[in-house]
């Protein structure tokens, strides 16, 4: 009896060696795991959209602002949901797109791909050296950021409402009006 007592307690021992080796184990595999948590949530970003009130007094700035232009607004959101099957999130890259290849034309800068170690100048740095150049569009500036971060926020998968996206869609489709304007002028 004595015997089998003994063989007990070094079984039992046994297994709370290998209990403390398991729990060890699950304390650094959470350890690692919240660790990795923790890096990946330091570099989400969040994109602040402006509210939608700001949007159309953006909105109405512009048509304040500028002349008629050759193509009407409404005709360019119709285009461009077009072009995107009326998906907002896609429309709102496309308008990004078209407002950022217009500033590059607008700036003689290149629209191809650049050579391997090239950088390519950011749309708020192509916007703000335009209207450096072009003090009659300083009334765009304010339209453009709401434009660009509602933009962004959509293309780096943040929820827009549909309300936002709709204005910022049309303030969009403005601003290109005015830049297609611009480019025209250029041209001519």
């Known amino acids: 009896m004595l015997l ?13 060696k290998h209990f403390k080796s398991d729990i060890r184990n699950s304390i650094a595999m959470l350890t ?6 923790s890096a990946m949530n330091n ?6 959209t402006p509210s939608e009130s700001q949007l159309r007094r953006a909105s109405q700035a512009i048509a304040r602002s500028s002349s008629k232009s050759s193509k009407d607004p409404d005709d360019l959101l119709n ?8 998906d907002a999130t896609l429309a709102l890259a496309r308008t990004r797109i078209e407002i950022e290849r217009l500033l590059r034309s607008l700036l003689d800068k290149s629209t191809t791909l ?13 916007f703000d050296a335009l209207v450096a150049g072009k003090p009659n569009l ?12 509602v933009c962004d926020a959509a293309i780096h998968a943040q929820t827009v409402s549909e309300g936002k996206a709709k204005e910022a869609l ?19």
């Open 4 to 16: 089998e007592l003994e063989r007990e307690i070094e079984k039992t021992k046994e297994e709370v």
């Open 32 to 37: 690692n795991t919240f660790s990795s948590v």
């Open 43 to 48: 570099h989400v970003l969040i994109y602040n």
């Open 79 to 86: 285009e461009i949901l077009q072009q995107s099957d009326f």
């Open 114 to 126: 650049p050579p391997e170690n090239a950088r390519y100048a950011s749309v708020r740095k192509l």
């Open 138 to 149: 300083q009334t765009l500036i304010k339209p453009f950021t709401y434009v660009i971060q």
């Open 170 to 188: 049309e303030l969009g489709a403005q601003i290109i009006a005015v830049l297609r304007d611009e480019l025209a002028l250029k041209e001519y």
